[in-house]
């Protein structure tokens, strides 16, 4: 049986609702002070079940949401976003990024289950290709300032992703096809997305439910790197670009790219680049310059 049953069910559940999905379209970015994440591809999360809330920047404020069943919020790319941790609910989200769609059941129980980030109970890629006719969807989502209109296209989206869902499920040669490499890139998403904590291995197979060392196998075939070096390279190149704000110092920019200590930072950096990051910050060096070898 497949384990992408479940969440099948639920996408057909959320496309053949009885009273039309409420959505609410967040597009603000971030501004000085406002340090909320955001995301280069648009999201979508649907409440299924209790009370989700979020934080979420709306006419330039941090503004809460909150979100009940039947009820979504359409996050644009570069928004700001993220969910309050006090709060419970379920959520399925969809999220679409560039050749492959993540789904992902969250559910998220405060008192029960205290952690920096919901629990995500089911979690799947599909592979879309580079001309999906999805992407003229989402275009138009960027445009479309009409909540009727915004309403139409997040549930023809819903719809488009179903199918794709049901038609990959019915062709196994089409499911295997591109697996490991999607796989990678899901991997290094969700890097990315957690770059700010301890995070190895087990954390990245425990979320796309591969074994560890899968996980390494796969860093060394499609980056021709280990696992380490590549998380190492990743939280430098973020530091290359935080060390532009001038409202950070150098501790609190190691701390927000996941290094144990300002210190080891300091030795990591000057080995990859050459200088220190103090360097950089006070002297404004191009980081575009020079690359970790």
């Not at 039309?20 to 379209?25: A, E, F, K, M, S």
């Not at 419970?88 to 769609?101: D, E, M, S, T």
Request: hydrophobic share 35%; proline share 7%; with cysteine.
């Amino acid at each position: 049986m497949s384990d992408n049953k479940p969440l099948i069910r639920l996408l057909k559940r959320q496309v053949h609702l009885a009273m039309p999905l409420q959505v609410t379209c967040v597009s603000g970015k971030p501004g000085v002070g406002q340090h909320l994440p955001v995301l280069p591809f648009p999201c979508l999360s649907l409440c299924l079940a209790g009370k989700a809330h979020y934080h979420a920047i709306v006419d330039q404020q941090v503004t809460e949401l909150s979100v009940t069943p039947g009820q979504g919020v359409y996050v644009q790319p570069e928004a700001g976003m993220e969910p309050v941790i006090e709060s419970r609910y379920k959520a399925l989200g969809v999220l679409y990024q560039p050749n492959f769609i993540r789904l992902l059941l969250v559910e998220n129980q405060f008192g029960l289950i205290q952690k920096k980030h919901p629990r995500y109970t089911a979690v799947t890629h599909l592979p879309t290709g580079p001309d999906s006719a999805m992407e003229h969807v989402l275009d138009a989502m960027k445009l479309a300032t009409n909540p009727i209109v915004q309403r139409s296209l997040v549930q023809t989206l819903l719809a488009m992703t179903l199918a794709l869902m049901e038609h990959n499920e019915s062709q196994p040669h089409i499911k295997m096809q591109g697996k490991s490499q999607v796989n990678f890139q899901a991997a290094c998403q969700y890097l990315s997305e957690h770059l700010d904590e301890p995070i190895g291995r087990s954390d990245v197979g425990s979320f796309l439910k591969l074994h560890p060392n899968h996980i390494s196998r796969l860093f060394q075939r499609f980056a021709d790197q280990t696992f380490g070096q590549y998380l190492l390279q990743l939280r430098l190149e973020r530091a290359r670009l935080w060390l532009r704000r001038v409202d950070l110092n150098i501790a609190e920019v190691s701390k927000e790219c996941g290094f144990g200590s300002a210190n080891y930072f300091i030795r990591c950096y000057r080995q990859s680049y050459g200088y220190p990051p103090g360097q950089q910050k006070d002297r404004g060096i191009d980081t575009s310059a020079s690359k970790p070898e």
